[in-house]
Each structure stands twice: as C-alpha cells, then as structure tokens.
C-alpha cells in the first residue's frame, strides 16, 4: 500500500516570503499522479497543483511550483510571495495511475501541514 | 460547468440514530465518486468509492455503508451511529481525465 508523509506538522513564514513543504512518498509502482490540496478554515479541499509522475517536468502554476524528484520519492510544494490567504492546512496526496488493487483509485493523504502567514 | 453539492454541513445525532449523507454532481456524467472521512488533526481516509451505479467498494471495515442509485448520487448511510463516527465527511468525484479529484463543502458529523 501506499502512504504518504509530511514531516512537517506546522510552518510558518512572513507575508511576501518563499516557503517550501515537504512531501515524501512510499509506492512501488512508476505511474501515478501526485496533488497537493490546501484546506482553508472554510475546510472546502481546493486543489493547488498536479504532477503526473511520467512527466520530468515540474508543474508550475502561478507562485505555487513543485520539486518533483521521482528517485527519492518526494514532491515538495513552494509557495512564492506568501500571501495572506495563502494560510491554510496543505495536503499531499498519491493517486495511482493503473488503478490496480483496492483503494488504488482513490487518494492517499499525508495528514497535513498547517501554513501560517505572518503579516 | 461541473459541481458537488454535499448536505447537510452541520450534523448532530445521538448514538444509535440512523445516518444518511447526500452527494450530488452536476455537468458531468458517469463520474468516479468517493467518501473520505477527516478525523480532527489528521488526513483524509478513503470509506468508499464507486465507479457506477451499484458499484460501491468499501476500503476500511465500519459501521458505514455507502450506495449509489442514480449516476450522480451518492449516499453515505448508517443504521446506528457510534461515537466514533464522530468526523468531516467529505464527498468527490473525479473525472477520467486529468485525473484530480474535486471536493464537496463536506460535512460535520457530531454523535452525542
């Protein structure tokens, strides 16, 4: 089965700075899709970012951008100019791209990173 | 375009009440339909999936069951709700291609 880790519980950085959050992953399989997903105090899930594991390429999607590196199965999250709304749980998930054996078609979450924005 | 509509948001039930949760999409058809359940501090767990009408696969053993009667409906059921079901509930589909999945406003459940 396939799991996901953040090692980080919280984050915090200022308004208009960079951070990155980290995302390791454990799976034996070379096809799948990697998510990152930010929780608002809303708790509606919104997705940030895709990468499909195939493509060298990291996905890039305005200040968001990820650091994919199949080898070492991780897929880090940078957020540049941090902005106020940008505070917010932030989840990493696995999907499988075969969709072979059970709950391989659904996500697999990390249990979260908590992001605060300081002004 | 397409939408989730999960209700109701707020849910209190004593212990040994009936549950039902509703899920609808709209815009879309024949999606691939999920329950995930969010205990307080934690991820998101996968109950149940359903990739048609009356294709249901459950992913942990609980007291919940899920069904799916119309094509864009998907209910999360239970006969006697425990203390530990206690939870956000949230309901998604994804469709074939790309491959993310989309989020209902989920749902929080308090049994007392």
């Known amino acids: 089965a396939q799991t996901v880790t953040q090692s980080q519980p919280e984050m915090s950085v200022q308004e208009a700075e960079t951070v990155t959050l980290s995302c390791t992953y454990d799976?034996?399989?070379?096809?799948?899709?990697l998510f990152w997903y930010k929780q608002p105090p809303s708790r509606q899930m919104i997705l940030v970012i895709r990468?499909?594991?195939?493509?060298?390429q990291n996905a890039t999607e305005n200040r968001f951008s990820v650091n994919f590196q199949k080898a070492a199965k991780s897929f880090s999250l940078k957020i540049s100019d941090s902005q106020l709304g940008d505070a917010a749980m932030y989840f990493c998930a696995y999907r499988s791209a075969t969709g072979a054996g059970g709950g391989a078609d659904g996500l697999t979450f990390g249990k979260g990173t908590h992001l605060i924005i300081q002004p | 375009s397409q939408t989730i509509h999960q209700w109701p948001a707020t849910l209190v039930q004593p212990v040994g009440s009936p549950l039902s949760l509703e899920c609808t999409v709209e815009?879309?058809?024949?999606?691939?339909l999920y329950w995930y359940r969010q205990a307080a501090g934690r991820g998101l767990q996968l109950l149940f999936y359903?990739?048609?009408?009356?294709?249901i696969s459950s992913e942990v053993p609980q007291n919940l069951s899920a069904s799916r009667p119309q094509d864009r409906q998907f209910i999360l059921s239970s006969k006697k709700l425990l203390l530990s079901d206690s939870g956000f509930y949230l309901c998604?589909?994804?469709?074939?291609?790309?491959?993310?999945?989309?989020f209902g406003q989920g749902t929080r459940l308090t049994v007392v």
């Open positions: 815009g879309t058809s024949n999606p691939n």
């Open positions: 998604a589909w994804r469709r074939r291609s790309p491959h993310e999945a989309f």
């Open positions: 359903s990739v048609g009408i009356g294709q």
């Open positions: 990468q499909e594991a195939y493509k060298q």
């Open positions: 799976t034996s399989e070379s096809d799948y899709y």
